[in-house]
């Protein structure tokens, strides 16, 4: 239902933006951390402003299976992961980009992640074998 809210709201079917659909599904999925940070209306500009400025990135990436990704895209990806970390922090990082490009970030746990070989140094998904201290997608890993 998450997804198909993001998805009416790219498709202008909805009167919610995508921001607002988004900001709304976080709200929900992500209460944990905004019991600590304020959900207020500068949050929902920065917000916004995030979306718009990487709107072609993610235009590009929301159909992208992760099967089917290039190698080359993984300094984009890890790019665009630190940019919705530093505003959502890593779990509602993981949890929008999901929205935003379900069929190339996955949603998973700390024990989804774990199990699939990968484990968490910082904030992010990375894995285990490689020793890197920041997020850094294998694709080789992820498939």
Do not use: C
Not at 102 to 131: C, H, N, Q, Y
């Amino acid at each position: 239902m998450a997804t198909e809210l993001i998805a009416l709201a790219l498709r202008g079917a909805t009167s919610l933006t995508v921001a607002e659909a988004l900001a709304v599904l976080l709200q929900t999925w992500n209460k944990a951390y905004y019991q600590y940070h304020r959900f207020d209306n500068a949050h929902f500009e920065s917000l916004q402003e995030l979306l718009s400025k990487h709107q072609a990135t993610l235009t590009r990436y929301r159909d992208q299976l992760i099967d089917d990704l290039d190698p080359k895209e993984e300094t984009a990806i890890a790019d665009l992961f630190h940019a919705f970390e530093e505003l959502l922090g890593p779990v509602g990082a993981a949890k929008a980009l999901h929205l935003l490009a379900p069929k190339l970030f996955p949603l998973w746990d700390r024990a989804v992640a774990e199990a699939s070989m990968f484990s968490f140094a910082g904030a992010a998904p990375m894995r285990s074998a490689t020793g890197n201290s920041s997020w850094s997608p294998s694709v080789s890993a992820m498939t």
